[in-house]
């Protein structure tokens, strides 16, 4: 009894510990997200300060002298309380920085637009004897979409620049200007951590010949491919065409077959269900790519 209740003691004890330490996890988490979004929160209202204040001083060279303190001292309050409401209204400060997305842009676009509009109307009738021209509330707008703009697309800019910037990575050029191929394109020509440098895209669709898509060009199509590979130096070929038949792969493979590149290819729609990194799913194309897929 006396052995049987010491290990209930010892296993109670135990888990009151677990117990224990996973709550100051979740407690250190919900700290560290706090933080996160209140630095956000606080990064937004001082830059819809700074962009109000920008906007009335920009516009008072021929009001009095005193007109710009008098019209931030009687309304910054309330622009920002309506600059709080419109992120609140979208959970904007909560949103990723690092993976900022066009929703994001929209959402941006959005509560300034309708948060500068509810704004002015009710300076405009509440405050009438400053007399503060809608100029000031478009200037305000602009410069806001920008400073709100570069506060949450910084990161991925910064991202992606660097990786534009990038010289070094295997030289390749990507057969298909598809989904597939363009999925694998921004992977590989955007992605921070990828080994490969994209230097042509070909597709056999003349329309799509001459432009340029993450900075790389589409050049040619299928047929000149061997010789844009020397023109290039590329070291090897990419295939990002997922459903490719096999009479493609025999094409690709007949066109590149008096050189010495490496050919690789993505594999099936089914083969790639379960996986979201086409850089890793790439692979060499083996007998079933050349007698099935038709």
């Not at 910064?158 to 534009?164: F, H, I, L, P």
Request: net charge positive.
């Amino acid at each position: 009894m006396v052995s049987l209740s010491v290990a209930q003691a010892t296993r109670h004890s135990l888990e009151a510990w677990q117990c224990d330490a996973a709550s100051a996890a979740r407690a250190r988490r919900w700290a560290a997200r706090f933080a996160k979004v209140s630095l956000v929160l606080t990064a937004e209202l001082v830059l819809a300060a700074l962009s109000y204040a920008f906007a009335v001083y920009a516009l008072a060279e021929a009001r009095s002298a005193g007109w710009a303190s008098e019209v931030l001292r009687t309304t910054l309050g309330w622009l920002l309380l309506s600059r709080v409401a419109a992120s609140e209204s979208v959970r904007l400060y909560r949103r990723s920085l690092r993976h900022a997305s066009i929703a994001d842009l929209l959402s941006i676009a959005k509560t300034i637009s309708i948060s500068t509009f509810l704004f002015g109307a009710f300076v405009c009738l509440q405050f009438p004897r400053l007399k503060i021209p809608l100029a000031v509330f478009a200037v305000d707008w602009a410069f806001l979409q920008l400073l709100w703009g570069g506060l949450h697309f910084g990161v991925r800019m910064a991202k992606t620049q660097q990786a534009v910037w990038r010289t070094g990575g295997k030289r390749v050029v990507i057969v298909g200007a598809g989904d597939a191929g363009m999925a694998l394109l921004k992977e590989l020509a955007l992605g921070s951590a990828s080994r490969y440098r994209p230097v042509a895209i070909v597709d056999d669709d003349p329309e799509k010949w001459g432009r340029t898509i993450h900075g790389v060009p589409v050049v040619s199509d299928i047929a000149g491919l061997a010789k844009l590979a020397a023109d290039t130096r590329a070291e090897e070929i990419l295939v990002g065409i997922s459903s490719a038949t096999s009479a493609q792969m025999r094409r690709i493979l007949a066109v590149l077959r008096h050189t010495s590149i490496p050919v690789r290819t993505l594999p099936s729609l089914a083969e790639l269900v379960d996986g979201t990194n086409l850089r890793r799913n790439l692979r060499c194309p083996g007998i079933e790519d050349l007698l099935q897929r038709e």
